[in-house]
């Protein structure tokens, strides 16, 4: 749509009548925020729904968000879109809606979605803008990880951030990401990124622990650095992948893939899977499932919490009757059913 009006504009602007049609070519921003690397907190649990200091943590984004959008609109933008890529496990969004500057809208879809893939489509946006970003895992950053707790993702032999990854799948769309904000480690990581405008929210001194930096002065850097993020977007690179990718996905702990390890077909080495996809659409849909599975191994965790809690053993057993209830329940059915497509509708605002 804006590439149209562009084209449109420069048609009008050689006759003279320009106009209206001018002010319509504002760029589209789309504001993808994380929940690790906001200013004014050190604490590496309070991105979690449930921990006491979500609330105040929710807050912290908000006022992040708030003041990068101030700064896109500064620099011209002509509309702001806001796409939740955390995903805390909190059913609502995690940005506080009724806080939000009035001009940006939080997206809302009645079906889940992902915030990496499915908004990366050509001419969506002009521009991508992170914020509240953490370093890759390894890196000793405050929250360090990558994409997932328990996983490192390289893609043809770099290890990469979640803001990399940004960069690639919707570069593959030809949007360059603009704007980033984190801690003082990820900026390094970012290094591969030179023309993103980067604001230092914290210095990390460990995953767990940082060094704040005062809030109001982290708020004013963001709306001067989105400011000129917008102004100076043409410099902005979109970010293109030598393809084929060789990608490897490697789980750390409390993760493994061990239990992987004899199946055939898996190339399989140092607690990484590895595999060949033909661009980085297909690199990122490839490694999804890879996370996913790798995700049973947390259920040790839970087991290991629950049988140390008073009511354990009748939880224990509760998962498990409802386990064999859905079994008896899908039997009866006589064949076993296809699975059901997502029964998830509701209000989605990107990663939950
Ligand atoms: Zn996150």
Redesign the pocket.
């Known amino acids: 749509m804006n590439r149209l009006i562009r084209f449109l504009t420069g048609c009008v602007l050689a006759s003279g009548v320009c106009f209206n049609i001018a002010a319509a070519d504002k760029p589209h921003i789309l504001l993808i925020h994380?929940?690790?690397g906001l200013a004014g907190q050190d604490d590496p649990y309070s991105?979690v729904y449930g921990h006491p200091k979500y609330p105040q943590t929710r807050k912290q984004l908000t006022a992040d968000v708030n003041a990068v959008v101030a700064g896109l609109f500064d620099g011209g933008a002509g509309k702001v879109t806001i796409a939740d890529g955390?995903?805390s496990g909190n059913s609502d969004a995690d940005v506080i809606v009724e806080e939000l500057d009035p001009r940006a809208k939080l997206i809302s879809r009645p079906t889940y979605f992902d915030t990496y893939l499915d908004l990366a489509e050509p001419g969506a946006f002009d521009a991508v803008a992170v914020v509240g970003m953490?370093s890759k895992s390894g890196t000793n950053g405050f929250a360090a990880h990558t994409y997932s707790v328990g996983v490192q993702a390289s893609f043809n032999g770099h290890s990469i951030t979640e803001t990399e990854l940004v960069g690639m799948l919707y570069g593959a769309a030809g949007i360059p990401v603009i704007f980033a904000s984190g801690d003082d480690r990820l900026a390094e990581d970012l290094r591969t990124m030179p023309w993103l405008r980067y604001v230092v929210t914290k210095k990390a001194k460990s995953v767990s622990s940082v060094e704040l930096l005062p809030v109001a002065v982290v708020h004013s850097a963001m709306t001067r650095e989105a400011k000129l993020a917008v102004q100076k977007r043409a410099s902005a690179q979109v970010v293109k992948l030598k393809a084929p990718i060789e990608v490897a996905v490697r789980a750390v702990p409390p993760a493994s893939f061990r239990w992987l390890k004899d199946m055939p077909g898996i190339h399989f080495k140092d607690d990484t899977v590895s595999f060949t996809a033909s661009d980085v659409r297909a690199a990122y849909i490839g490694m999804r499932p890879l996370v996913s599975a790798m995700h049973s191994s947390f259920n040790a965790v839970e087991r290991s919490v629950l049988s140390k809690h008073p009511d354990g053993t009748r939880l224990k057993y509760q998962g498990r009757i409802e386990l064999f209830r859905r079994w008896i329940e899908a039997e009866s059915a006589g064949a076993p059913p296809a699975p059901a497509e997502s029964e998830d509708v509701g209000d989605y605002h990107g990663f939950y």
Do not use: A, P, T
């Open positions: 994380d929940m690790e991105f955390h995903g953490h």
